[in-house]
């Protein structure tokens, strides 16, 4: 005990060495000013020595409300409620609307009415919190009717490892791990089948971010755009995933009217237009007054997975594994506590069909896919959306067979060229502009590699259709 005692004095000087010059003052102007991170450490320290003052029970419940940590701020609030702080009724009807028990919320709302009926401001406040527990309560009755087989909760630094996506269905990682001159970053960028077309969200703390795409040209990547403006609208927008289809995108935004932090949204790529279809906002519970991002499904498995860090610890997160719906199945029930329990997610074992057996699919979806450079084949031929070939062997087609291998040669012939080209370019660069020789062989090089180049992707278009016409006669 003695020990324990020693521990916690110590634990105690410390927090209050780290926390000197900044004084209760300096804390309550932080709250005044939404700085609910910065006050709360201030406001937790004072608690210690002054645990029954009900203005910083008051001020704890809602910084901590604030800052997502909602479980933790109820009792601070019910406290502050108790000691009649009127202020306390607005945040708890707040706090219960986001844990979906939207009566004790009109309850907690009620009486913050009743204390401020004859404030014009107060009373503005508490009609735009109802507006939004309204909201909330009307999207719970459109919960969709999914099958959550299994849920994992991991380090939001390292979440990405749950997703294990078939090679069909593309790659995700992180943002740095493709542009290495980023600075630190939580975002995802998506790679698509081929590798040769990119999906990320880039921005600024002024400008928000935006969803961009770029195309593999050669060797590299470039022709960067931006997507359509009804996607790139107000807020944030990240986390994009790409359904083989091409067509078909998913992504998380902060904008868009999301129920709170990011919500997850599809929309789909009009050709006509050349511009993406107004995004349709997911249904619960795949949305929630939380951060909801990263959809991902993979048609081959059968499987997909989206991230939320509904009543997570601050750096954590819950990646659920679900079976998608072939069409959009709500929920039919007049129990508002059962639909509450499904929006929420308060049981996967609740979302299970009866007599339903998960476990093949959970081991599907925990199955690490080979990667393509484990894959120690030769080259990475795609046939079609099922087929790829690896080895000059793979071929059914003798004709097809020698298309390929023309086109293998012809690469390796591009590659020599775009490495003698590269270094006279860096000639250039390094002052000998002047020098006319150099001009010609430069314009001469480029034009013979955009040559080989459309006549490598001739070889194999032909190659592809020979291939195909043998395997389906």
């Known amino acids: ?16 060495f780290l926390l000197h010059g900044q004084s209760l003052d300096d804390a309550k102007s932080w709250y005044l000013e939404g700085r609910y991170a910065e006050a709360l450490p201030v406001f937790q320290s004072e608690y210690l020595n002054d645990a029954d003052n009900a203005a910083l029970n008051q001020w704890i ?45 009109e309850e907690a709302f009620a009486k913050y009415q009743r204390a401020n009926r004859r404030n014009e401001e107060a009373l503005e406040k508490l009609a735009g919190k109802r507006e939004g527990a309204d909201k909330l309560r009307r999207t719970t009755n459109r919960t969709e009717d999914i099958q959550i087989i299994d849920s994992l909760v991991l ?64 060797d590299s990547f470039g022709n960067e755009k931006k997507l359509s403006e009804s996607i790139n609208m107000d807020g944030d927008q990240a986390y994009p995933f790409m ?15 999301s129920l709170g932090g990011y919500d997850l949204y599809v929309s789909r790529y009009h050709i006509a237009s050349d511009a993406y279809l107004t995004p349709n906002q997911l249904n619960m519970p795949f949305n929630s007054p939380f951060n909801d991002y990263m959809m991902a499904i993979d048609e081959e498995k059968g499987i997909g997975w989206f991230a939320s860090d509904r009543f997570q610890p601050d750096d954590s997160v819950c990646i659920y594994t679900f079976i998608p719906n072939v069409q959009v199945t709500l929920i039919e029930s007049d129990d508002s506590a059962y639909l509450s329990r499904r929006a929420r997610i308060a049981s996967i074992a609740e979302t299970w069909k009866e007599n339903s057996d998960y476990t093949s699919l959970r081991a599907l979806a925990q199955q690490k896919t080979i990667s393509r450079h484990e894959n120690r084949g030769d080259f990475l031929f795609i046939i079609n959306d099922k087929t790829t070939y690896h080895h000059l062997s793979d071929f059914k087609s003798s004709r097809a067979r020698s298309l390929f291998s ?31 020789t ?6 001469t090089l480029e034009k013979e590699t ?24």
Do not use: C
Request: aromatic fraction near 12%; hydrophobic fraction near 40%.
């Open 438 to 443: 150099l001009d010609r062989s430069i314009l």
């Open 61 to 105: 419940g809602v910084s901590l409300l604030q800052t997502g940590k909602i479980l933790e701020a109820e009792r601070y609030l019910i406290f502050a409620s108790q000691k009649k702080i009127p202020e306390s009724f607005i945040y708890l009807g707040e706090l219960y609307a986001k844990l979906y028990r939207f009566e004790d919320a």
């Open 243 to 257: 359904m083989s289809d091409g067509l078909t995108i998913y992504f998380a935004s902060t904008g868009h009217q």
């Open 406 to 436: 023309q086109a293998l040669g012809l690469e390796s012939q591009l590659k020599v060229l775009n490495e003698e080209l590269s270094g006279k370019r860096d000639q250039y660069a390094g002052g000998n502009s002047a020098n006319d």
């Open 1 to 16: 005990m003695k020990i324990k005692h020693i521990i916690f004095t110590l634990l105690f000087s410390i927090s209050g």
């Open 450 to 473: 955009e040559s080989l180049f459309l006549e490598i992707e001739r070889l194999q278009w032909q190659a592809r259709n020979e291939e195909i016409g043998t395997i389906f006669n």
């Open 155 to 218: 380090p939001k630094t390292g979440f990405l490892t749950a997703y294990n996506l078939s090679l069909s269905s593309g790659s995700l990682m992180a943002v740095n791990d493709f542009f290495k001159n980023l600075t630190a970053s939580d975002k995802t960028l998506f790679m698509n089948e081929r590798q040769d077309k990119i999906y990320y969200s880039q921005g600024d703390t002024d400008s928000g971010d935006d969803l961009f795409t770029m195309d593999k040209l050669l």
